[in-house]
DNA sequence: CATGAATGAGGGTTCATTCAT
DNA sequence: GATGAATGAACCCTCATTCAT
């Protein structure tokens, strides 16, 4: 039983080692050098564990996809009200700011260090942002099912303009390192939704 | 005369060809010797005309902060409608993803290569981003001032909100090389307007 | 006893594969990963088994050694005439380079690959090629002792000069990949037997 | 005019360091570290002067081809009757094995390490050898042109005897650090000749 | 008899930069 | 204003081998 955790020791330090160096500072300022160093594994140990830099940041994608979504879900899921488990997702963003070393979207930064959109990990980034993008038109389409009046808009459009702020502040927070845009979008999300 | 504009010739094709290499395959996935190669002059010249890597691409931002405003600002000239003029913003994107190799906006793009925030690089990013926040706010500001209708939202939170909307909507696209997010924020802020 | 069979399975898997990608490869472009990835077992199966990859080179010239002499012997041994004993020399070099992967003799081979003459891999290949001068001295011996005619010029002279020949053929074909020279070699021999 | 001397020096230093160390000790043997080391250069400025280390062996096999073949010219012109031009190509390779780190011929050293035969290195060894064996054949016809006997054997046969027998030559006495075989073949030649 | 994790040393190559001319 | 040679540091990756289990 101790033996599968001290035997996978190595290959979980070299991932997080990893996890947190690619978000900090990115995939091509992050050298296997700096990786192995921090987690204090010989060079050769890497390899053992992940057959390329490349195989690594997809390892580091799949942990980064459950763990962001498990963080999102756990503050949606504090609330009940449909309206509010939508105007959450915003609070989730100004407490992720707040609270830890906020460098945007890991997905979105790796989008604009892997250019090929046809590869791997910018597939691999799409399929996440996709689940992000399903994930808040059911949100939504709770929201409507609730609300006995008749809507004008669709749950997908409505969807969509709420994915798009919640994307444009991320970006625009990484870039002022503020939190204004999540304030507004929010505020703007809250008149969107009455 | 004919010197100075013959010498700095070469300054000029390495500074477009740099242009053009960082934002298709990003600041750090460009090397020296590309540019050199790719702007046909010895590696001496390059250094003789610009001290460092770093000092190419502040001065490849200086240019397309130009370049770019230019563009955005020629697409919403060619309307008067106070109205019109701000949903060209989303016609200039839509003509921007499809009739050139888009690759999202280069100043996004550097700031998820560069790290620090207090850095020289990331401030030309803010500054160049603050002046396409005040331009949007300016865009809305004629528009509530032309409706006579008491509006009830207030000219900068607005103007935010279709701030985010555009960084969101540039990102998006980038992300799923589509057009969708353009489309569906344009008629986001249509509604809004109304 | 079953178990010995069993057990001793995978030293011989290692064996062969090495047997094979020694001769097909080299020696130093063939890595100790290739072979066990490709014989199919454990990596400290292999140094169960073998002490060091050098010993593992050594116990594939002492197999090639014994699989390569029976060859010949088995083409050598289907004529009676000692003139055609010595003529099938150059059929089974043609044979084997046209009846399979030709990569020139393991042996020579590994001559350029190992440079220091005093060496347990460079004396086994000298005891190789010792004893496939002895033989063909055996050969041309028998061939001397039938023939009533006084022979000029002695039987160990004869030999070599069929033993170079042999040799340079064996090397020409594999820098050509063409059986020109052991047929031209084949045809010098048979004039000089007249 | 010095200055051209110097410049190329660093490249020539290289050059002829690797030309050393292929040779005696082979090219997968040979490291670019160990190369640099020797030489007294940078890693880069190898890299300057050589796109890869296979670019550098092509470099190699060149010089080798030039200097190789003026070796034995200079051997055979020192020599006026056609037999005893023969008859020193024989006379070149005792003088080789002999008076310098006899490693066998490098082309053939390098046919052990290069498994693929459409490769560019390999086509450089069989330009090298079909040079030699057109050279020995031109040799032989210079003998058969001016010995009035008719000989039965055509010139071409008799050639390529001669260059199997030189093969042979070199490669055995690169497995038994011995002359044996190039005397053998010496006095083989001697006696097809007369 | 067998295993997979771990290693130090080295593989070939590229980086941004500086130098003398 | 322009050149190409030269550099130290770092790049990602693979080598044959040893270890604990």
């Known amino acids: 039983m101790t033996k ?4 996978s020791d190595s ?4 991932l997080e080692t990893a996890y947190r ?12 050098n700096q990786i192995i160093a921090e987690a204090g594994v010989a060079k050769a140990s890497f390899y053992h564990h992940f057959p390329s830099k490349k195989d690594l940041c997809i390892a580091f994608l799949q942990k980064r996809h459950r763990d962001w979504f498990s963080w999102l879900k756990q503050e949606v899921d504090s609330h009940v009200e449909p309206r509010e488990r939508i105007l959450s997702l915003f609070a989730f963003l100004e407490q992720w700011l707040t609270t830890s070393k906020f460098r945007g979207c890991a997905f979105l930064n790796l989008t604009s260090e892997f250019p090929i959109p046809d590869s791997v ?9 996709a ?8 949100l939504v389409q709770s929201f409507v099912d609730k609300t006995a009046s008749p809507q004008k808009v669709e749950v997908a459009s409505l969807a ?7 994307e444009g502040s991320i970006i625009t927070s990484q870039v002022y390192s503020s939190i204004w845009a999540i304030q507004s979008s929010r505020e703007a ?3 969107i939704l009455t």
Do not use: N, P, W
């Not at 990990?121 to 942002?129: F, G, T």
């Open 4 to 7: 599968t955790v001290t035997s």
């Open 21 to 32: 160096l690619f978000y900090e500072q990115g995939y091509h300022a992050t050298g296997i």
């Open 160 to 166: 969509d303009t709420i994915y798009v702020l919640f």
């Open 121 to 129: 990990i910018r597939r691999m980034i799409v399929v996440h942002k």
């Open 11 to 14: 290959r979980t330090r070299i």
């Open 131 to 138: 689940e992000l993008r399903e994930y808040i038109k059911e």
């Open 189 to 191: 999300v809250q008149r």
